[in-house]
């Protein structure tokens, strides 16, 4: 997870993790669903980030069941260096 300009994004990899099927995943990045708001990974152009407010509710109970609060969760990481 990270914040980027106050959003919060979670990788694609966490919302697998989370219990989310990684070819719906694909299938709704390939087809612009609504409710996803995908982005490349400023700091590594191969992993994709998806916007956690635009989910819907269902996907983010999922996240929160696996990570608990993903603002505190990004709050407790530790802060790499650049």
């Not at 959003?7 to 694609?12: A, D, P």
């Not at 719906?24 to 992993?47: L, V």
């Not at 407010?53 to 609060?69: C, F, I, M, W």
Request: a positive charge; one cysteine or more; charged letters at 35%.
């Amino acid at each position: 997870m990270k914040l980027i300009d106050d959003i919060l994004f979670i990788e694609f990899t966490e919302m697998v993790e989370s219990g989310v099927n990684e070819n719906y995943i694909r299938k709704a990045k390939s087809t612009g669903t609504k409710c996803w708001h995908f982005i490349d990974d400023p700091a590594d152009r191969r992993k994709v980030l998806i916007g956690y407010e635009k989910l819907r509710s269902n996907y983010k109970e999922l996240v929160q069941k696996r990570y608990g609060s993903p603002y505190d969760y990004v709050a407790k990481q530790p802060i790499k260096e650049q």
